[in-house]
């Protein structure tokens, strides 16, 4: 189908999603007219507040300088996630970074290069030696010194600050989802996408069964060649229209009910360029720093504690009072199709896991790209292109839900829903396959080179957890002993304790990007 044939571009449902649906649209069809619909009374769910780096290159691409978006969103850098008490010791904690790196100094250029490093040497000389990683994991330095991972250079760049830095590895953003939403509701209008101010009230079909119109409660009709559904819990249109199949993952994941809360920055405080997600007896707790303020909350099962007890339990591990300004309980799943006719939904519309690993925006981003990766199918008719999309989006799904369970597999034993928590699931097929694996040896990346097929994960995220978790026999590992020759614990600590002296502090990060750009 040619471009030409298509006049109307319309995007229902404001929010994060919708807005970079509707930015990502017009770079595609710069001539054609996008328009979102959203309505205030509905508002913005705002309790997911961190990304992926998959945002920062959907940013690139859409022409957004991070650094003005971090300006006006009161956003930091994220360069890990640090998990806290996922095991029998509750101060335990380990690092789940974007990429593992080690920077070198290059006598060719004078800055910092840097080179992959094979992550089982990490874990293992970690574990076994009973030596925190801290001492000479890059990530880990950055993160326990309020540190970020950019290096200032000379030669400035005015347009796009963030240019002025070498970044050293990936990282991402923590966001506020309401200032977030305005920004790039801005950003949007400036660039010629009209908003409309409503709710929809009926979506027209013709004979095809393919949306016609939208009519709207303040009595507008909206004729359109193509509808983005990113309607959020409500799934206006895949859900409630088209009635697509769900496909449940509670029995995997029975966490159902989040109970976020804002903490305010104390005074003089450092702000952390990581997220925390801490262990809590019937679930975790997210907790996420933004310049003014954290953005918090439980993520727990509610057929084992109640809403009442779970927020006392927060109380109790804070030691004051919190102020929920609301309540959203989910079913884990996605959509069977959420490509059906001429309309895709996105976002929470078409489907949503929970928010360990901030992965609902990056299956968002995800699917964006996949979807028009060839512009000119988008009115496509053609039952094997949306059969094989909504086919990958499901697998893609899937392995969300396999890395997340992923994480519940621990030691840790104060509570049932800790202690049961494989005999009260379905276990996915890839965990407890590992998991034998783990009795025998340690992974390696052919373990999973069928099943991560489509999968976002990769061997180093899985055995990230496994060593957080302390689950390997230690006595089994030992016969790894050999291969820990090649890793020079010295060297490794030394270049890691010179080059993190060359690195930025967040703080002065984020007041460089505000004060002089």
Known sequence: MKNKHINNLVVVGGGTAGWLTALYTKVIFPDDNVVLIESKEIGILGAGEASTPNLINALDFLGIPVSDLIKHTN?????????????????????????YL?????????????????TNLFHLYSYINNISMDEYCFINKICNNNKVPFTKITEFNNINPILNYNQLGAWSLNF????????????????????????????????????????????????????????????????KKYLSKWISYKDYLPTNKALPFFLNNKE?????????????????????????????????????????DAKIEIENKLGFEIFPPKLF???????????????????LSAGFVEPLEATSLMQTIFNLQKFFT??????????????????NNEISSFSIVEYIYWHYVTNKENTLFWKNFIQNTKTPELITNILEI??????????????????????????????????????LLKKYKRELQYFNKTHTNLITTQNIQKTISHDLFLEDLKNNY
């Open 75 to 99: 956003a930091t850098i994220k360069t890990t996630a640090k998990f806290t008490g996922w095991s029998n010791k509750n101060e335990d904690y380990f690092y789940h970074p974007f990429e």
């Open 102 to 118: 080690i920077p070198e100094i290059s006598e060719q250029n004078g800055y910092l290069d840097s080179f992959n490093l094979d």
């Open 268 to 308: 003089h405080e450092k702000i952390p360029s990581y997220i925390e997600a801490i262990a809590m007896d019937y679930g975790w707790m997210w907790k996420t720093p933004l310049q003014n303020r954290y953005g918090c909350g439980y993520v727990f099962d509610n057929n084992q504690i109640s809403v009442d």
């Open 438 to 475: 783990n009795k025998e040896r340690i992974l390696v990346q052919s373990d999973f080179f069928s099943t991560l097929k489509g999968s976002h994960f990769n061997t180093e995220d899985y055995l990230c957890v496994l060593f957080g978790h302390k689950l390997p026999n230690k006595q």
């Open 176 to 239: 506020d989802a309401k200032l977030l939403a305005d920004y790039l509701s801005k950003v949007a209008q400036n660039r010629g996408i009209k908003r409309i101010e409503s709710k929809v009230k009926e979506i027209n079909l013709n004979q095809d069964e393919e949306i016609s119109n939208l009519l709207l409660e303040n009595g507008l009709c909206i004729d359109v060649d193509f509808v983005f559904d990113c309607t959020g819990f409500a799934r206006l249109i895949i859900g």
């Open 374 to 391: 060839n512009k000119h199918n988008i009115l496509t008719k053609n039952k094997f292109i949306k059969d094989n999309f909504n086919y």
């Open 329 to 347: 309980s989910f079913e884990p799943g996605t959509y069977k199709e959420i490509w059906i006719k001429n309309c895709l939904a996105l976002g």
